[in-house]
């Protein structure tokens, strides 16, 4: 949160980032960032905050594409990280495109007096110079083609496509591309004034003015009292059937459902991010990468193209003999190509997982709720380590958090090997994690919204919990009922928006 003194507050629709928290948030993110460097004492800075927050608050909707963030530099704590990042006076804004592998890749940004309006397409012309690395979330911002428009629908799966016509100067169009970027079942794209076949066709006289489109190949005016970026936004997001998507935040999510938005994340961040960070796969790598795939094609109650895409990854890995895998054959079968895109997500998208800040929770998150799910999948007359012996494996050859993986190594050569059956798998995977939740409770890592707590609780298994001799004891049987309603593919949700 703030420190005493900082200009924002976590009231702010901006992100309060700090020594910790800098590096994480804005290097190797698919999101762009735009960050205020500034001081508490300086004059300037202090002048220029309603205009940072009122900046925030008008692009909120732009995210995830791009964040907008601050650093307080005055900050004791924060004054060696604002000198790596090349700061030297306030306040300086700094933009860093998707994927910025450093400091340095920090663009500094001019900015100009007071004017939202400069600041908003300063960002734009920003995104445009993403070239290989364009943001997943954000939609293309380039002029639309005939050729594009002609096919659209057959392309694309939404049942709207808004067009804006504008000149060439007019960021109008962007605008409200990204505006929009977190409903479903619309696109918008700009048509410049030079496009003469559209501009024929849709018989524009005026620019700007806008056109929607429908599935059925009807198109009409977009009725507005103003040609203005509110006047198409409001209109747009109110039409039947346009809703918020996957992008949109999440503020509460409800603990007793399982999320299948995390679930398909985590395979997304398992399989393309911690997996890729090897370039060639060797000996015990090849050996846990095979197993984890293995259960996850057998037990994974995932969507049907999910699991068939998890099932031609495990064919792939069953064929390929050799001790020493390549990530780039990998990555071929796990990231789909042009014609056929792979079924997973492109970026990851917490739910249940999403943290309060960027830094906490999410793919941890996620990792434990998948395992804890395939833990359950199994029949009684399944091996008894077959999930487990998968999970202790990619933890110990892949998850990038090695102090974690060295705890969970310590319990598992303990005491898994006692575990008889399926069910005790189960349960064994639950008092494991609660052991690692009492060890965190009250340190750094924990999110202040989500404390973490001896799971269940008691507001979501009574039967779980009982009192004997004075002293709390669970009851087991409870508990693994419990377990296997929770993580039943019937508790997975698939729609994130409701
Ligand atoms: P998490 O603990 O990640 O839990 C995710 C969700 O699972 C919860 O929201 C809840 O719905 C459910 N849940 C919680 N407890 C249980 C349970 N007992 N049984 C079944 N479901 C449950 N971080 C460290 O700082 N140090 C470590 O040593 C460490 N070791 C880790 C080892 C492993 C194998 C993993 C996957 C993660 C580890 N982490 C460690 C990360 C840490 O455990 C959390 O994942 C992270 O702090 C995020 O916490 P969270 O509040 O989202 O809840």
């Known amino acids: ?74 900050d004791i704590a924060n004054q060696k990280m604002c000198g790596k990042f090349g700061i030297t006076g306030f306040p300086t804004l700094k933009f860093f495109k998707a994927f910025s592998k450093s400091p340095e890749d920090g663009i500094k940004i001019f900015h100009p007096g007071d004017s939202i309006q400069k600041l908003r397409q300063s960002i734009i012309t920003n995104l445009e110079m993403h070239k290989e690395t364009w943001p997943p979330a954000c939609p293309p911002l380039e002029p639309a083609s005939v050729e594009e428009i002609r096919g659209f629908f057959q392309t694309n799966n939404v049942t709207y496509l808004a067009l804006i016509f504008e000149t060439n100067d007019s960021f109008l169009g962007r605008e409200v591309t990204l505006d929009m970027l977190q409903f479903e079942n619309i696109a918008v794209r700009r048509v410049l004034s030079s496009e003469e076949e559209l501009v024929k066709k849709y018989g524009v006289t005026s620019f700007p003015s806008s056109f929607l489109l429908i599935k059925n190949g009807t198109f009409s005016r977009i009725p507005v009292q103003m040609e203005a970026r509110s006047f198409y936004t409001h209109f747009l997001r109110r039409l039947p059937g346009v809703m918020r998507g996957p992008y949109a935040p999440i503020r509460a999510p409800d603990i007793s459902k399982v999320y299948m938005a995390d679930l398909e994340s985590a395979l997304h961040y398992a399989l393309r991010v911690e997996v890729a960070r090897f370039s060639v796969l060797t000996g015990e790598r090849v050996r846990a990468l095979k197993d984890f795939v293995a259960v996850l094609a057998k037990y994974f109650p995932g969507r049907p193209f999910v699991r068939n895409f998890l099932r031609s990854v495990d064919r792939w890995l069953r064929n390929a003999r050799e001790s020493r895998i390549p990530y780039s054959g990998l990555e071929l079968v796990l990231t789909g190509r042009k014609e056929s895109p792979s079924a997973l997500p492109a970026l990851v998208t917490w739910v249940g997982c999403q943290g309060s800040e960027p830094h906490f929770r999410g793919y941890p998150c996620s990792l434990w709720t998948l395992f804890h799910l395939l833990t359950v999948q199994g029949g009684p007359d399944h091996s008894p380590l077959e999930v487990l012996g998968a999970m202790r494996g ?31 798998a189960a349960l064994w995977l639950w008092s494991r994690h609660n052991r690692v939740n009492a060890r965190l409770a009250g340190t750094e890592t924990e999110d ?51």
């Open 1 to 74: 949160g703030a420190r005493p003194g900082g200009l924002y507050s976590p009231g702010d629709p901006l992100v309060l980032l700090q020594v910790d928290t800098l590096e994480s948030s804005v290097l190797n993110s698919s999101s762009a960032w735009l960050v205020e460097f500034y001081a508490s004492w300086c004059g300037h800075c202090v002048h220029f905050a309603p205009t940072w927050r009122a900046l925030a608050a008008d692009i909120q909707e732009w995210s995830p594409a791009v964040n907008l963030g601050v650093l307080d530099c005055a």
């Open 394 to 424: 990619y933890v110990q050859s892949f998850f990038g958090c090695r102090e974690c993986a060295q705890h969970f190594e310590g319990m598992a050569a303990e005491s898994m090997d006692k575990v008889r059956s399926v069910d005790e």
């Open 448 to 498: 202040p919204q989500f404390p973490k707590l001896q799971w269940p609780p008691p507001e979501l298994c009574p039967l779980c919990h009982s009192v004997v001799n004075r002293r709390h004891v669970w009851d087991k049987a409870a508990v693994l009922r419990f377990l296997k309603a929770h993580f039943s593919p019937a508790n997975i949700f698939l729609d994130y928006t409701e």
